[in-house]
């Protein structure tokens, strides 16, 4: 025997939900009103109409108003609607008929129907509950949570898929490994809140200079990639610099306007390539752009790889040397031109190779100045200059002996410089007051925001600037009235045409009187002959170095040259 | 024109309602020898294109709008076969014009996708709001029937229209290739569309349903089924059940044509209040044994296999006319446009053919009248549903 029909009906309004129907309500509400051959059907709380089939809405918002009578019949315009009323948890579902009352069978069917769809929505609910959470946490396990970007993960897992693919005409996948310039230094100057703000306001530049087709995440820290597809070369770099651009404006994090820079390293992939490989390269092409300064891209070349193994074996080659103490100050005398009396050393450094012997700066600085290394280097050789100085200050008439000591712009921007300098004048016993710490004028000028707080923390300490190679034009001068410097270095390259050169010696003379006119004490680098210490003099430079008065020397022969001096001096002043 | 293709000339002065028709194989030629048929008193408010997907339709809908006057709204589709005075017709091209004072019109369109049509219902319905309201109105609606679920259309429309707008139709064809079907809307030519034309009329407007299948099989649970396709039925693969019921010949047991002629007669019905509903089946997922269907099976259902013969569709027929002239309220029709389910018309064969229109112009005494033969028809008169198949839907004007 034929089972009932409207058994068969409710089975099919159990059947009908579905997690992936966004409309499901709706259909429902179709289904409900169809099963009974019912023009009306709508579902409704207090606050009006959720869903309502058959009726304009203004006479579906009349059934809502009699809702609480739930009247059997509602006269409408085109006739008589008979109503059916069942509860939907919160909410009514009211369905109507012109025509027919409902029966008794099809009044039960609308109960079992509204019930039948409050579990339904319930256990949807539950469902994308669920499915909420588990995207939820993929996401998260895929984004980065600060700026919500595709972290590692996400970010090779697409660039895989993109070098999988058959690149379209002459499209070619391009990857953009883009670092944020001196990031630390604005985290440990500023605050890591003031890092994140910085992080987020790069990651909405980075967005808004894409494609929307392209792909831009974040690897780590201050590192951001850009996955995109260009035709040409021209084309990635133009994106590069418009990011470079983008980045560069400044923003204001706590009332501080923050200025910083990018630089972006280009490689161009090829399909089957491995992702990390291609990422390896951007990453090699970055390391190249920031060694051409702060904002700059540069495209990877095969030829930089080499390099950067290099550079790699060197820095492990450094950190090596300075654990194991080959790193060595070596101390170049200063002289004052008018007695030819001693004023100081300059302290160098220097490597005392375990098997290649002792290495001049060149072959190893520039290297350590392309990373951290470098600040270790500083920060050693200052710490035996610092040693050695206070010692041969307490030889007899040599109290006033100066020490200069290079820092690199790494080291400048070392987040905790000061503290670490006073260090090293503490255990040294060294007056903060003979130490001058040569810095170059583009590392004085280049930032000079972020310069001037930690040279305000250097003057607190009592310490003195020198600015060394000065040279390249008198425009930063300006910019010395604002530190406390006290000496200013004339490059040696100036001082090597001074005498074939009559332009040099006006520049010269003009740098010179101007430092005098803002109370500086001027030294002349790279002094190698007579004419040379001549000339500088009556230019109305103080102090002179070079070949002429003495090579840089290691502590031992330094020691000597020293005693002799004071010795001739003790002589000369008996006789 | 030949004689037996002629105009028809059932006229009242306020509504009136022409058909023209040509089965000549060019486009231009075939257009202008149906729009000679179309002359009628005034100038027509709608003209309903039903053509054979062989014309170029783009340059038919061009040629309606440079042949007929401004403010002649235009809409259309293909077929699967057309209906004209002279009968069932194959490879033609058919207008059905209505004009007169006491008619309004107004035209509208929605476009769908692959995943449905209800939206595009909607948007096509919306041209009710552009019509000057009379007292009889309904919404005249061609879909694409190739297209989602085809009782979305009459939801989506219905959403518009509500209860006091009745609403008749069907989906266009493509002579059973079932691959591809155009709507026309003025001289646009669409596909995976709904196109829509208000009518209202100062007189009333009659609409009939009857498909005069019968259950042949017990009743069957629909166990497995979604959307369009139906998976299994008492927990079985729908086309088995289907298959060792019917025990057809050979060929439709594996070849797609075979099976998708067999199936146009063996539609599948869906236990409803008070009522079976047919759901035309429109090819065999042979691998997976399932069933395909133009609208849903619903899950949960209680279904039947049916069938029917040349008797069985004739009785439907003339009920469907009678319930359309019914609807009228004793006013004498001025013209009829059928939407015949293709299926129904594989019952007959080419002798017998005619019977169907050939009832019908006699039961209406010769009023002029157009149809085509659909993949689904548009009916809703009562209820909130009102998608059919395997049905002949009449909508009669007085």
Redesign the interface.
Known sequence: M??S?SL?????????FSTDDPDNLRNAV??V?????????AIFDRDGITCC????PREGARLVELADARPAEVQI??GTLHTCWATIGKEQLVVG???DPFDVE?RSLLRAMARSIELSIGLLRAISAERHARDEAHHDATHDALTGLPNRRLVLEGLNQALAREPQGQMQQVVLFIDIDRFKIVNDAHGHAAGDQLLINVARMLRESVRESDLVGRLSGDEFIVISQTATVGAATDLAQRIIEAIRRPIVVAGTELSHSASIGIAFGETGQEAHALLENADIAMYQAKSRGRGHWAIFQESMRAEARERLYLEGELRHAIENGEIESFYQPIYRLSDRSLVGFEALARWRHRQLGLLPPSAFIPQAEASEVIVHIDLEVLNQAAGAMARWQRIDGLADLRLSSNLSARTLNEARLQQRIAGILDSSELAPGSLYLEITETMLVDDIQSTTATINGLRDLGVRLAIDDFGTGYSSLLYLKRFPVGVLKIDHSFVDGLVTNPEDEMIAGAIISLAKALGLEVVAEGVETEDQRRIVARLGSDFGQGYLFGRPQGQKETLRLIEDYASSRRHHSHA | MSESMGSSTTDSPRRWVRVGSSTLPDSQAALAEALQGIAGPTQPKLVVLLASPHYDLAAVAAGLRDGLPDGTAVIGCTTSGEIADAGSLRQSLVLWALGGEGISVATGMGQGDGQGLRQAATQAAYCLERLPQREHTVLLLLADGLCGDQMDVVRGAYDVASLDVPLVGGCAGDDLAMKRTSQILGDRVLTQAVVAAAISSEAPLGIGVSHGWKTASPPMLVTGSKGNVLASLDDRPALDVYLEFFDPPEPVRHDAAAFAAFAACHPIGVRRRDKIEMRHVSGADFLNRQLLTVAEVPQGGLAFLTEGDVDSVLEAAEESFKLAIGGLEGAPPVGLLLFDCVSRRSIFDASNLHEETDLIAATSGGVPMAGFYTYGEIARTKGAGGFHNQTLVTLAIS
């Open positions: 034929e089972t029909w068969h009906l409710l089975s099919e309004i159990l059947s009908a179709n289904r009103t169809e099963a009974v051959d019912a023009e009306v059907g089939i058959g009726l304009s315009r085109s008929r012109l025509g099809e």
